[in-house]
């Protein structure tokens, strides 16, 4: 009788408590790598390719596209972070934090030997409860350009330096609101992205009508013309879609019928030269509905850092406008929602507190770091911010300036709902799948050969 193989002998198999810690020091060694980049103060890293090519940056989602990251485990967590992004614009680098605090506190109670699968069913109910809280301290407000500036602002800190950032942060806000158009969905492809290596990047500056990256079509073309009519054609040129909405006016299959109606309007129609670079500019437009942020500044890598910033900040702005809602930043949310975990957990039976305790512990990495970065004690700063939260009951963060707590609201730091909320929702998800894996097989298709 023939024999039958049942596995095929050269997988490699790791199995059960060595699989777990495998997969958490996997993910441990990502959230290191990540963890010095959090936040305003955070550091950057300078990533450097095949070719030579040099890019500093400390935008997690960058990192992570640019990295190369071998370990299957360490992979899956850049994906899910990197889906967190596409979804949200935001909180990749928070995403890797909490999802490496998941299971290094995971380990500490499996250690002990509680099994995995009770601590998943404590995450599940902690992310549940989570979830509850962070919709009773969402703070819902009609969306203007105060609040706005305000959610800009707190983003784009988080990616370039102050001074950059607060320069960046109007030409934000102004750009998404020029293009927002009522009862319909947000369409950030109307803001154009033109880069000028040029002066230095506080330069940047939004031009409410368009940059086309070519000069005048033919030579006996004036340089400047002022109180421009314009006449849009539908045929292979370029900007068919924009040119239209930034200056008003209808596209044009032919030109037979011809008429007024048909043409938009601009201010002020010239062209720039920057060496052997030309660029026509079309500004004063009468209310565009598509602009364009002209980046500049004096090198490659510096105008991709500006370019990264912007997508995150003008999608921190759109997801307020549509969340219509906001919540306090500067660590403020997680130290709440972890104090109410606590809270919580003693009306839960059984070893599930466990894994609702340590996933209110895992939620306090985000102030720690926040604090760490910054240069200051994070024990010492978590517990004063613990301390002045559960006395003022207020929504208290961590001043980055001082390391002393403050209601982040007061100071204008917010962060969006809609990050926070898929930010929960995906780390509890892959931290308690990575728990949950009791074998890691490299199996090759040799078998079916055979």
């Known amino acids: 009788m023939a024999a039958i193989k049942v596995a095929n002998p050269r997988a490699e198999v ?29 550091a950057l890293k300078m990533l450097v390719s095949g070719a030579g090519d040099i890019k500093l940056t400390k935008d997690g989602n960058v990192l992570l596209h640019e990295m190369q990251i071998q370990h299957p485990t360490a992979s899956i967590i850049a994906k899910v972070a990197a889906a ?13 934090l909490i999802i490496g605090e998941l299971l290094k506190q995971a380990d500490l109670y499996i250690s002990e030997g509680l099994h995995p699968r009770i601590i998943a069913e404590g995450f599940d109910a902690a992310k549940t409860k989570a979830l509850e809280v962070l919709d ?13 500036l305000d959610v800009a602002r707190t983003s784009l800190r988080t990616k370039v330096h102050a001074e950059l950032a607060d320069v960046l942060t109007e030409a934000v806000v102004d750009s998404v609101l020029a293009v927002r158009r009522p009862g319909l969905p947000i369409d950030l492809f109307m803001v154009e992205i033109v880069e000028m290596r040029h002066k230095s990047e506080t330069d940047t500056q939004l031009i409410r009508g368009l940059v086309l990256d070519h000069g005048a079509r033919h030579p006996s073309m004036k340089k400047q013309v002022q109180d421009a009519f314009i006449l849009i054609c539908n045929v292979s040129l370029e900007y068919e879609k924009t040119l239209a909405l930034a200056c008003g006016g209808i596209a044009v299959n032919s ?14 129609v010239f062209e720039y030269s920057l ?38 900040g003008l999608r921190a702005v759109k997801n307020a406008i549509e969340d219509g809602c906001v919540v306090p930043g500067a660590g403020a949310v997680e130290v709440a929602i972890a104090e109410a975990l606590v809270n ?32 200051y004690d994070l024990q010492e700063t978590l517990i004063k911010v613990q301390t002045e939260h559960a006395e003022s009951k207020e929504l208290v963060g961590i001043d ?28 509890t ?19 079916l050969r055979e």
């Open 14 to 42: 790791t199995r059960s408590q060595a699989a777990l810690a495998v997969n958490i020091c996997a993910a441990r060694g990502l959230q290191d790598v990540l963890r010095p980049s959090l936040g305003p103060k955070g």
């Open 84 to 96: 967190q992004d596409h979804v949200t614009g935001d909180g990749t680098t928070s995403n890797v």
């Open 136 to 148: 009773e301290i969402k703070v819902e407000k009609e969306m203007k350009r105060e609040i706005l």
């Open 255 to 268: 030109f037979e019928d011809l008429n007024e109606d048909c043409l938009g309007h601009a201010g002020l």
């Open 275 to 312: 060496g052997e670079e030309k660029f026509t500019f079309i500004e004063d437009c009468v209310n565009p509905l598509s602009v364009t942020l002209l980046v500049k500044g004096p090198n490659k890598h510096t105008l991709t850092q500006i370019k990264d910033a912007l997508r995150d």
């Open 344 to 375: 919580h957990k003693h009306r839960v039976q059984g070893r599930t507190r466990l894994g609702i305790q340590a996933f209110a512990d895992s939620l306090l990495i985000i102030p720690k770091v926040l604090a760490q970065n910054s240069g």
């Open 400 to 427: 980055l300036n001082t390391g002393e707590p403050m209601v982040a609201a007061e100071a204008g730091v917010w962060d969006n709902y809609c990050v926070k909320k898929h930010l929960l929702h995906s780390c």
């Open 429 to 447: 998800v892959i931290a308690t799948n990575i728990l949950l894996v009791d074998e890691i097989m490299r199996a090759g298709m040799s078998s």
